[in-house]
Structure formats: structure tokens, C-alpha cells
């Protein structure tokens, strides 16, 4: 069922990952508990081509209050309210690096959906967790995928791919990533957003940085 979620140009990059997935896939399906997100959504990141990621962002783990965790990291559905506190710092963020307003005029939300749209992979170390359970999947072998999902975009995309790594766990990865152009600061979270997340520029440093290796840069329209 995983493997088979993921867009073909993901299958063919990580296929000598499926006998992995499917380890984990048992794993996910026998807790016997409520997974999140729902499980059509947990590989939901890897719906679209390979080659059209452009900017990775990632995060820890699912978003552990039901209804919020819908398969792309730091993403909840449309409406969600309140938002959660790192995604309402990621939106603080947003406005003061690119402006308050969309590219249509509107006013900023949390749908990161269309984010994904324009070539920025959402992508959670472990795709799954127990439903109000933080972290509670860690150690069922998502690490060495999303390692693994890690390792082809840089291969395959090189300086044309610019990560985004907010706090020390995602930090940790920058090896990984030794080709691309890495932005680096604290995570969005509450409890380190003013240790150097707030006042960093993501957003109009990864257009910069796009722009310089002759890339479109994102529409970071939410």
C-alpha cells in the first residue's frame, strides 16, 4: 500500500527501499490504534513527480491532534483553527519576510497545500504516529527511509534543490545534503522560535537562492 501511494518517479528512485516500507507498513498497521494522518494520507508528500521538488522543508513527526496531521509536515487542512503554534510562527514568518498579503490579495492562512503545488516537498522524518501520542513511531524504521528520500534528492536535484532545516533534528541531516543549498535556523516551535527562527527570511532567501541557479522561484501564496 505505501510503496504503492508514492508518484511512479518516487517508486523507481526508492525501490531498493520497498522491502523496508512494507516493514513498516506491518508495523503501522498492527498497532491496533488510531493512526495520523489517516493511513491514504501517510505518504501523501510523495503524490507528486520527483523531479518537480525544488525546496524540502522538513519536520519531526505527524501533528499528533486528530484532524490536524493530513501527510505534508507542519500542514493542517483548510479551516483548521486554532492553528497550531508552530505553524501560526511559521505564518508570522511568512508575512514578515514576503508581506501579509498573497500573491491574489488575500490573507495568509495555514493551507500549506499550495505550497506543494509549486515544487516545496512537506517532508516529516517519520510519516506516522499515534493518534495524541507524540513521537510514538520513531524507532519503526522511518528514520532510515526518509534518510534514504533524503540522500536521492540530493542526487538527483543538486544545487538546484534548497533545504530548508529548522531546529537541531533537522539540522542533523545537512551531511545529506552536501549538493543542495541548505538555510539552517531554530524551529519554529514556541519554546525556540525567538533563539533565531523569528527574523530568518526562509522564504525570500530560498527564492534568492532558486533564482541564482537560473530556478523559478516558489509562490509562497497560503
Not at 32 to 60: N, S
Not at 91 to 115: F, H, K, M, P, Q
Amino acid at each position: 500500500m505505501f510503496f504503492e501511494q508514492m508518484h511512479p518517479t518516487w517508486q523507481l528512485a526508492l525501490a531498493g527501499q520497498r522491502q523496508l516500507l512494507e516493514r513498516i507498513e506491518l508495523k503501522v498497521i498492527s498497532s491496533e490504534t488510531d493512526i495520523v494522518p489517516p493511513l491514504p494520507q501517510v505518504m501523501r508528500a510523495f503524490e507528486r513527480p520527483l523531479d518537480e521538488v525544488r525546496v524540502l522543508i522538513v519536520g519531526q513527526d505527524p501533528y499528533p491532534t486528530p484532524g490536524h496531521a493530513m501527510g505534508y509536515s507542519f500542514a493542517v487542512p483548510q479551516g483548521t483553527s486554532p492553528l497550531p503554534r508552530s505553524l501560526s510562527n511559521i505564518i508570522r514568518e511568512l508575512c514578515d519576510d514576503l508581506g501579509r498579503y498573497n500573491t491574489d490579495g488575500s490573507v495568509r492562512a495555514g493551507d500549506l497545500t499550495r505550497w506543494v503545488d509549486h515544487g516545496v516537498l512537506l517532508l516529516n522524518r517519520h510519516l506516522s504516529a499515534v493518534s495524541s501520542e507524540i513521537g510514538s513511531q520513531m524507532h519503526i524504521g522511518w528514520d532510515e527511509f526518509t534518510d534514504e528520500v533524503i540522500s536521492v534528492l540530493n542526487r538527483k536535484r543538486g544545487r538546484s534543490l534548497v533545504a530548508i532545516l529548522w531546529g537541531a533534528q533537522a539540522q542533523s541531516l545537512a551531511p545529506k545534503l552536501c549538493d543542495s543549498q541548505v538555510f539552517s535556523s531554530a524551529h519554529p516551535s514556541p519554546l525556540s522560535a525567538r533563539k533565531g527562527f523569528f527574523g530568518s527570511k526562509p522564504f525570500s532567501k530560498a527564492n534568492a537562492a532558486l533564482e541564482r541557479f537560473g530556478e523559478q522561484p516558489i509562490d509562497w501564496s497560503c
